[in-house]
């Protein structure tokens, strides 16, 4: 690991007059794979929201040396920093290439050949689909044309907000194996997940958020020994 590549500090942010995060603070290093886990409603998605800049918040964060607070969504995501969204938001009348283009961006005919063969690589039933509606994809193809979507971009930081939501742990388990294989390519991960075993099954380190608070962090391998923890979030005692 090369240091830190976001640096959340004090952060509070909310909707209208009422906060839904308390002076949040973590870090995630360069190479690293990190989940934030939390039940519904604990502030994961507001935390996602603030760090792209979709809502405003107080604090600092910090990005690749960049003053995030000070940029708009747009610049931020020039930055490296690329969430693949809960729900997928794909558009339903567009192909799978159509839809994966529009994460190239501005990039250059070479970037996006070499986007396409990692997407593909990765995911060949996209190859397969590639002319098809992406309205047509079962639910598990949907997250993978999200995923690849966002890895065309070449981020730097790849947020993923609850992708294991209502699919099956095959496909899951398919999609870690991805995030862990970016990874290897130099991507960092931020995990945003109510499904700590999958979270945890491929993190490095994690972060527990309660009611607007990071509660809990440390290695994965620490956090699971915690009883409480494995009570509240893996269902086991």
């Known amino acids: 690991m090369n240091g830190a590549l976001l640096k959340v500090a004090g952060l509070t942010a909310g909707y ?41 918040a107080r604090g600092a964060i910090e990005f690749d040396g960049h003053d995030l607070l000070a940029l708009r969504p747009e610049q931020v995501f020039a930055l490296g920093l690329v969430q693949v969204p809960e729900g997928r938001q794909l558009f339903p009348r567009m192909t799978v290439e159509e839809n994966l283009l529009i994460g190239a961006g501005q990039r250059t005919d070479v970037d996006r050949a070499r986007g396409f063969e990692l997407v593909y690589t990765n995911f060949p039933i996209l190859r397969e689909r590639r002319h098809q509606w992406a309205g047509n994809l079962s639910g598990g193809e949907q997250q993978m044309c999200a995923l690849g979507r966002a890895l065309m971009a070449q981020p730097k930081l790849l947020v993923v907000d609850e992708m294991s939501l209502g699919l099956a742990p095959k496909v899951v388990d398919h999609l870690l194996m991805v995030l862990a294989a970016i990874r290897e390519v130099g991507v960092t991960v931020l995990v945003i997940e109510q499904d700590a075993f999958a979270a945890f099954s491929v993190a490095d ?19 699971e020994r915690d009883p409480a923890l494995r009570k509240a979030y893996l269902g086991v005692a």
């Open 16 to 56: 209208g007059v009422a906060p839904v995060l308390f002076d949040v603070g973590f870090e995630i290093a360069r190479g690293e794979i990190v989940a934030l886990v939390g039940s519904n409603g604990a502030g994961k998605t507001t935390l996602l929201r603030a760090i792209s800049r979709l809502i405003d």
């Open 205 to 223: 380190r994690a972060y527990v958020i309660e009611t607007g608070h990071i509660v809990r962090e440390g290695a994965v391998a620490e956090l």
